[in-house]
């Protein structure tokens, strides 16, 4: 079994920053790329930032120039640092992996459980 356990959520003023942290633990063989979604009420899960095994990061442009994805391949662990958070960011962060597991030919989407953003004006 493959868990993804995220970390760092909370609540802050806009302008200010917050750090979230998701490891990957379990029977995993490789891990491809990780990622951060998002979703605020009423609206669609939305792709926030991803960063493949060799480093190459995608971001929204709501995101850009305010969000870095990085990860420590060593350590399973893929890290989001939020700076100048709007009130927009408001939701809940959904860490996502796309992992190779032992006895699979196909690597399958793993989702952490989500931790809040909110973000107050």
């Known amino acids: 079994q493959v868990q993804l356990v995220e970390s760092g959520g909370g609540s802050v003023q806009a302008g200010g920053s917050l750090r979230l942290s998701c490891a990957a633990s379990?029977?995993?063989?490789?891990?491809?790329?990780m990622g951060w979604y998002r979703q605020a009420p009423g609206k669609q899960r939305e792709l926030v930032a991803s960063?493949?095994?060799?480093?190459?990061?995608n971001y929204a442009d709501s995101v850009k120039g305010r969000f870095t994805i990085a990860s420590d391949n060593a350590k399973n662990t893929v890290y989001l640092q939020m700076n100048s958070l709007k009130p927009d960011d408001t939701a809940v962060y959904f860490c996502?992996?796309?992992?190779?597991?032992?006895?699979?030919?196909?690597?399958?989407?793993?989702w952490g459980q989500g931790t809040q953003v909110t973000v107050s004006s």
């Open positions: 379990g029977r995993l063989f490789s891990i491809r790329a």
């Open positions: 996502n992996a796309d992992i190779l597991t032992p006895g699979k030919t196909s690597a399958y989407d793993y």
């Open positions: 960063i493949t095994s060799g480093g190459s990061t």
